[in-house]
């Protein structure tokens, strides 16, 4: 945002910046879920019960709902002049700040269930 005037395409940058991260989350997911397959019952290593992966395909469905609905939020974008400046009051950047909170709380909850599911599996 420059001098206090909020852009579309600071709005367009920010979305980039969170499809970026989303699309670095579900694979992080992937890669569990992968290594979850391939974890022999000999080694050391718990694997994940069904409940566990329930929650993490659950998780990676809710990730990518999200980056969906900032994909439909950058195609609306794209019919406005980049240089059109907007209000806090506009409804553009008002549906910004409702994807902004749920991209945080993602952030949140993607770390902790991460986290989790690391210590679960022993590594």
């Given amino acids: 945002m ?3 005037s909020i852009q579309l395409m600071d ?3 920010e979305y980039k910046i969170w499809k970026k991260r989303l699309d670095l989350f579900l694979k992080e997911v ?3 879920i992968d290594r979850n397959l391939h974890l022999s ?3 050391k290593h718990n ?3 069904s409940i566990e992966l329930l929650a993490l395909e659950e998780h990676k469905e809710t990730l990518s709902k999200l980056r969906n609905r900032i ?3 950058e195609q609306e974008l794209k019919y406005y002049n980049k240089d059109f400046p907007i209000t806090e009051q506009h409804d553009y950047y008002l549906d910004h700040l409702d994807l902004r909170t749920k991209n945080d709380q993602s952030l949140s909850i993607h770390l902790d269930r991460i986290s989790d599911i690391i210590k679960a599996i022993g590594v």
Avoid: A, M, Q
Wanted: charged share 35%.
């Fill in 2 to 4: 420059k001098n206090g």
């Fill in 11 to 13: 709005l367009e940058f």
């Fill in 30 to 32: 992937d890669i569990l």
């Fill in 41 to 43: 019952p000999e080694w």
């Fill in 47 to 49: 694997s994940l019960n």
């Fill in 71 to 73: 994909e439909v939020k």
